[in-house]
C-alpha cells in the first residue's frame, strides 16, 4: 500500500514574546489556519519547524514545499485561542545551544515558523479516582494543561521540577490536586526527587490516572515504580520520555524507537 504524501507544514508568524519565568520563554503564534483548530487541544504536541538565522519568510516557505528539511523540534500547544487564531508555545531557555531555545530568544514579531500536527491530548478522558502527575521543565506545558482541563472536584498531586524558586508559574488546577514545586538546579543531573516522593506515597486505592513526562531516566523509574510495582494498568497510563541527559532530540527518538522495538 502506498503511503500518502507528507503534509507541508503550515506557516504561522510570531505576535508576541515573553519572558514568564527566568528560565521559560512563551512565544505567541498566529495564523488564519489555527482558527480551524478544534478547541480544547491544549496539551497536544506538534513538530516546530524553525527557519536558519536571518532567513526570509519566502525562503523558508520554499524549504518547507522543497527541501531540504529544516530543523524540527517537538513542541506543546500550551494555550490556543481558535477565535483569534493564535498559540502559546513555551521554551525552556537553554541559551543558545539548541536550535529551538536559541530561535526561542531571538525571535521577533513578524518572524515565521512551521507547524505540523497537532497530535492527540494526553488525557482525553478524566475518569480516575486519584490523578498522579510530574514533569521537569521540559514538560511542564503537558501538564499543566492536563491540570487545568481536568475535572474541578479532581483529586491528586502534582510533581512539578523546576530549575529556581522563581520558575514556580501560576497553573489553574482544581484544589484538590496538591502542586509540589522542587527545585533542581542543575539540569545536566538526573532527577530523583519525584521519583523519591512518588515511591514514598501509600499504596494507591480506587483507580488512578497519570501524565509524566521529562528526562529519560526519571521515566524510565516512574514506570517501573508504577506499572510494574503498583500495577497502574498501561491504560491509565500516560508516562513519556521527552528528553535525555547527553543526546539531541534526534537522537533521543533514535532511542525510543529502538526501544520500543526491542
Known sequence: MNKPPKR????????????ITPNMIRVTCAADWIKTLEPGIEGAHFKLFLPRVDQSADDFARQLDDGPRPDVRTYTIRYLRVESGEIDIDFVDHGDAGPASAWARRCKSGDVA???????????EF???????????????????????????AKGTAFLEITTPEDRQEIDAPAGVDLQWIVHPDPHQPATQSVQKIAAMPEFSGSVQTCIAGESSMIKQLREEIVNKRGVPKTDVYISGYWKIGLIEDEHQQVKRAEAAG
Open 114 to 124: 512551521g507547524f505540523a500536527g497537532p497530535g492527540p491530548i494526553k488525557l482525553s
Open 127 to 153: 475518569y480516575a479516582d486519584t490523578y498522579v502527575l510530574a514533569a521537569d521543565m521540559s514538560a511542564l506545558a503537558v501538564v499543566a494543561a492536563t491540570l487545568e482541563a481536568m475535572p474541578r472536584d
Open 8 to 19: 507541508t507544514p503550515r506557516l504561522m508568524t510570531v505576535v508576541r514574546k515573553s519572558q
